[in-house]
């Protein structure tokens, strides 16, 4: 959600490099976009739990965009709340000690608010849980999770159609 606001700003004011307050902005209005989920990604995630897989989606998402996007892609069950443990931030991950995240790591399937070193720090918990872990990631600053994954996937335009034919 973004809101726009306005105030007037003299000449003074820019010249002097002052800060607009903002408790003096007048509200315009309300802005919400909508990220939806990518065709073929609830078929995937479905096909991905009837085989065993557990699908996580650690992402740099704000925890409510984070939760929409992970129910409507069938990773959340809509019964799942923020409580319930299936959704943490980064900073609550963090802050977990060794042995807490240790137990907590096969419960949580959506990470917020979360940047490559916790994506790293997730995969390296399943590791040392003995799991099998694949990483999907379209940026190169996730490279420190891809390369300590057992699989890792890095996507892109050009590997799509790489992908697609080789049944990924």
Known sequence: MHRLAHNIVTEDNVENHQRVEENRL??????GLK????????TAEESCREAGVN????????????KAIAT????????EDLNSGAVVERKDFRNF?????MEKVETISVMARSSPF???LMVQCLKQKGHVVAV????TNDAPALKEADIGLS????EQKWLKRARI
């Open 55 to 66: 699908v996580k989606m650690i992402t740099g998402d704000d925890v409510f965009t984070a």
């Open 136 to 139: 999907t990631s379209d940026g």
């Open 155 to 158: 996507m892109g335009s050009k």
């Open 26 to 31: 007048t509200l315009l209005g309300l802005v």
């Open 35 to 42: 990220d939806p989920c990518r065709p073929g990604v609830k």
């Open 97 to 101: 000690s060794d042995q807490e995240r």
């Open 118 to 120: 916790d994506k790293l």
């Open 72 to 79: 409507e892609c069938g990773i959340l069950d809509t019964t």
